[in-house]
């Protein structure tokens, strides 16, 4: 089959998901899971040969650690399928519901959005979750995951086909078009009116390929240059907490913080308490002029670094004279994923709110907050950074569309 | 300014409009509505050189209807502003609200999206109606309007600018991009950033070129191929009603019946009753085999005809053998906006209602209630055909995002 022929099965495929019982979902994820347990030997060899293959072309460690699966991360795989089994399913949720004056009688309903394209990186772990999460939507989903895990997501995608293949879903719900490689991404960025919406996961370059390149429309995550400001309020403690959480506690994650910015009237007395932490947590303080005065312990940072997703130990810090200065340089550098101010001032505090324009705004309170588990959402399908349908953490009503079904008995518009 | 700099001049103005009261924004949008009608006569002359031209290019008298203000339609147009003016504003609306268990306090409001971007064909209502929406959701406004309507978009722009200039909200809010030409339409699908959502307004053809040229997130509206299927069961008199009102009423519209599917085993009752009333009306039927035979006054469809959205008073008419033959027929050719089945089958009405993946499905009722108006949302942003962020009829919520707001006291992630 080419790609856009598995791309069309998915498509025929999810018309037969739209009215599936719960319990028919819920069923065949749970052989999913029970299979993926079954079958780990042969997920870990062919695993091995692609963190063989990862060493070889020098692929970074952090991106290897993604890579690689042991016994206990299948484990916990197939837990998350368990979770997912547990989430309420969406699908049929009475949206709102009307009688017009004429009788006619209005429900609007939650529905899938039928195909649901995934284009990512070395992350196995995406193979198994969003597979999960497009069934229990209601929805088929095409996969296109990195070269580096090639062969780990072919074996897993047959994990995913079989176990579909005994339950009563079809096991054409699961396409995968890695063996067209970047072919198959393309095929998927121009499949409209096959692919409902296409999700890419993974580095900013990644994300801003298919942002361009796709006429299927996308919902961008991840993403988080995210900004904490100490105001000249700030309560010291809750400064020194609130960043080492917000950069140390996992800095590989898009809600960790990237820049820190901070009233001058703080600087030489709040600030060196906040440094130090991070300092002695391994961070390097990539300084402006002045905190670099205040706080030699750091390195001169260029305008690269106020744009950039470091991901590591690492901390841009710039004084602003102002909150609206604060509020400015936010304007200019943030993605519109989290930020939050550290203040004690409660009209600061609202401008705060009211003025940053990004998906999560926050007051005393730690970036790393931003995230569909913390807020209740059970599960984890993103962050959306962009505006149009979510706008941050996504659950699995995220995935999701509705229409409007409409009952009459003859009427006719006058 | 280059069209650029008008689109980051729009981008620049929406911050500010984001916190402004209700009763500040009905007061610019009353301000405007009162220029237009004192500005009348202006406008006229603007819109009479644009007729003249249309006239010279041979435009479509249908575009040229569209095309022509008069003193009635001008004050229809500041009667739709006032309108606008009396719905409820959706910003600041609480989406919903939360405490977690560590205390931080989760409030998800409803914002505006920022800038929206709209390009247009000969239309000047769309940009009065369109700016007052905008304004009304807290939304900055860029507009290409079709070369055809030039000089009375000029004319319309002056007023919009001049009243707002003469309010608390800033004239910079409302940017048109018309005398840049194609180069301007260029701009604003690059404008990823800037403008937050694009919605073209027009052809097909106008809406696929924005949807194949744009970066910045679009709407897809309009452009229905709508179908209505009599079932065997289906009571005659509603057949004959339904039918006529949805191809009759207003053929020019989106929501207006173009393609009519009967069951084979009440072709030769029902099918010769209902295109009698249609041909009584003006209505040239384009007829598969089946039909012809039974119903000589027409002529042979070609595969053209079941894609064609034909806005006149022209039906595509087809006999299949069941339900499954008419959902597979608009499987293939629906555009997904609006689809009916006349029938008394409970079960097949169930069976249409969940199959057909549409943005409004429909039993025993026109196809013509897919309205903003008819919804109750009291306007008309447009019909969404797409599934991402709204589907069907477009009230002001639909021009809308949310954020979320996070209320701490020094929390931070276990």
Redesign the interface.
């Known amino acids: 089959m080419t790609a856009l022929q598995r791309i069309q099965a998915a498509k025929d495929a999810s018309?037969s998901l739209?009215?599936v019982s719960t319990a028919s979902k819920n069923e065949a994820l749970k052989l999913i899971a029970e299979l993926l347990v079954a079958r780990s030997a042969e997920i870990l060899v062919a695993n091995s040969i692609d963190l063989e293959q990862a060493v070889k072309s020098n692929l970074a460690t952090g991106l290897q650690d993604r890579l690689r699966l042991s016994d206990a991360r299948i484990k916990s795989l197939a837990d998350s399928i368990n979770d997912v089994i547990a989430l309420p399913d969406p699908i049929g949720e009475i949206v709102q519901a009307?009688t017009?004056e004429n009788g006619?009688d209005?429900t609007?309903i939650r529905?899938p959005?039928?195909v649901i394209g995934v284009i990512y990186e070395a992350r196995p772990n995406v193979t198994i979750d969003i597979s999960a999460l497009a069934i229990k939507s209601g929805n088929a989903v095409v996969l296109r995951g990195g070269t580096a895990a090639e062969n780990t997501n072919i074996a897993l995608a047959k994990v995913l086909k079989e176990a579909l293949a005994s339950s009563s879903l079809s096991p054409e719900l699961v396409q995968t078009v890695d063996d067209f490689g970047r072919q198959g991404a393309n095929e998927m960025m121009a499949a409209?009116g096959l692919i409902?919406?296409l999700i890419p996961r993974g580095s900013a370059s990644l994300i801003n390929a298919v942002?361009?390149g796709s006429?299927v429309?996308?919902?961008q995550t991840g993403d988080g240059v995210t900004h904490v400001f100490i105001d000249e309020s700030a309560?010291p403690?809750?400064a020194v907490?609130?960043v080492?959480?917000?950069k140390v506690?996992r800095p590989a994650t898009c809600n960790a913080l990237e820049t820190l910015l901070v009233h001058e009237s703080v600087a030489s007395t709040i600030l060196p308490k906040v440094l130090d932490r991070l300092v002695a947590a391994g961070v390097t303080i990539h300084a402006d002029q002045k905190v670099n005065s205040i706080y030699p312990d750091s390195v001169l940072a260029t305008e690269a670094d106020w744009h950039a997703e470091y991901y590591t130990l690492d901390l841009a810090v710039k004084v602003v004279a102002s909150l609206d200065e604060a509020i400015d340089h936010i304007?200019k550098y943030s993605t519109h994923h989290t930020e939050?101010i550290i203040t004690s001032d409660e009209a600061h505090?609202e401008r705060f709110?009211?003025?940053i324009?990004?998906?999560?705004?926050?007051?005393?309170?730690?970036t790393?907050?931003?995230d569909g588990g913390?807020?209740?959402f059970g599960t984890e399908v993103g962050i959306s950074t962009?505006?149009?349908?979510a706008?941050?953490p996504m659950g699995l009503r995220e995935l999701t569309?509705?229409?409007?079904?409409?009952?009459?008995?003859?009427?006719?518009?006058a």
């Not at 324009?357 to 730690?366: E, F, G, H």
């Not at 962009?386 to 349908?389: F, G, N, R, V």
């Not at 569309?401 to 518009?413: D, H, P, Y």
């Open positions: 018309y739209a009215s009307k017009l006619l209005l609007q529905v959005f039928g409209r409902d919406v942002v361009e006429k429309p996308v919902i309560n403690d809750w907490e609130i080492f959480n917000s506690q304007k939050s505090a709110l009211a003025e324009d990004s998906a999560v705004v926050m007051v005393n309170a730690s790393r907050f931003t913390q807020f209740g962009q505006k149009l349908h706008r941050g569309s509705t229409k409007w079904l409409a009952r009459g008995a003859g009427q006719t518009r």
